[in-house]
């Protein structure tokens, strides 16, 4: 399973900005970093827990939530073993608890969305958005 933690949430205003960052463990990689699809998925009180983005280890095939879309983006950096997610012109409603998650893909072009996909999950980090 791969150990995964999630740093960077905090309070900002609405209109600000927050870098998450998610690192993971190499101690318990079961293949190379760029093998496995990473996720950022955001859990609101009394609400599902839902997808935001995804991006494969090596870099590619990113994939964003319509809420979010033009205004974040993930990314990895592989020497870091991090996965980063850029958040712009935050609203209100942006306020939850982000996840990553990880698993290994079995398919070269499926994007894995749903938060039952994924195995491996962080601690999570809170993110607030006052108005």
């Known amino acids: 399973q791969v150990q995964l933690v999630e740093s960077g949430g905090g309070l900002v205003q609405a209109g600000g900005s927050l870098r998450l960052s998610c690192t993971a463990s190499e101690r318990t990689f079961e293949r190379p970093f760029s093998g496995y699809v990473f996720a950022w998925f955001r859990q609101a009180p009394g609400k599902e827990r839902e997808f935001v983005a995804t991006i494969r280890g090596d870099g590619s095939r990113t994939y964003y939530a319509d809420s979010v879309k033009g205004r974040s983006t993930i990314s990895r950096d592989r020497s870091k073993n991090t996965v980063y997610l850029q958040m712009a012109s935050l609203k209100p409603e942006d306020t939850a608890v982000y996840y990553c998650?990880?698993?290994?893909?079995?398919?070269?072009?499926?994007?894995?969305?749903?938060?039952?996909?994924?195995?491996?999950w962080g601690q999570g980090t809170q993110v607030t958005v006052s108005s």
């Open positions: 998650a990880a698993r290994v893909p079995y398919s070269p072009d499926y994007y894995y969305t749903y938060p039952s996909e994924y195995g491996d």
